[in-house]
C-alpha cells in the first residue's frame, strides 16, 4: 500500500489489485457451470496487471458479466483480457458465439444497472465474425481532484 496526499492533506489509500488474480479466483468459481456448458474460459490478463479499484464491486460486475455469458452458451471458448486507455481499464470477455437473445440482453441490462452503481460500464462492443465481445470499463481510481 501507499499512500497518496489530497490537497487538504487527508490521507488517501490506495490499494492495488491484481486483476489477473481476480480473474482467475472468478474462472475457479465458475468452473462447475462452465464444465456443465462445456465452456472452457482462459485469462489472458498478464499477471502484472495491477488496478486500483474496490474489488467487492469489481467482482460483482465482472463475475455477473461472466454467469450470465456462462447461463447463455454451451460448447464456447471465452477469453478475459484487459487494457488501460488512459485512466480507464476495459476487461473483454469474448465469447465465440452469437451471443443474443431478449433473455440475454435483459441480464445484460440488468447488470448495467448494478456496474452503474459500482462506477463502471458494461457493454457489447462486437458481434463480428461469430464472436461476442463484451466489455466492462471503469476508472483506475484514486486520482485526485
Given at each position: 500500500?501507499?499512500f ?20 482467475n479466483r ?6 462447475p ?10 485469462n489472458?490478463i ?8 474496490d ?63 459500482a ?16 466489455a ?10
Amino acid at each position: 500500500m501507499k499512500f497518496m496526499y489530497t490537497v487538504d492533506a487527508i490521507p488517501v489509500v490506495e490499494r492495488q489489485l491484481s486483476l489477473h488474480l481476480m480473474i482467475n479466483r472468478l474462472i475457479m468459481g465458475t468452473m462447475p457451470r462452465a464444465s456443465q456448458q462445456q465452456c472452457f474460459i482462459i485469462n489472458e490478463i498478464q499477471p502484472g496487471f495491477c488496478v486500483e479499484a474496490d474489488e467487492e464491486k469489481l467482482v460483482a460486475v465482472t463475475g455477473g458479466l461472466l454467469h450470465a455469458v456462462l447461463e447463455h452458451c454451451k460448447n464456447c471458448h471465452i477469453a478475459i483480457s484487459a487494457k488501460q486507455i488512459g485512466h480507464v481499464i476495459l476487461v473483454h470477455v469474448k465469447v465465440d458465439n452469437r451471443l443474443y437473445s431478449r433473455s440475454f440482453a435483459n441480464k445484460l441490462s440488468a447488470l448495467q444497472e448494478i456496474a452503474l452503481k459500482a462506477g463502471s460500464s458494461v457493454s457489447v462492443t462486437s458481434f463480428r465474425n461469430n464472436i461476442t465481445t463484451l466489455a466492462i470499463g471503469f476508472m483506475n481510481h484514486n486520482i485526485t481532484n
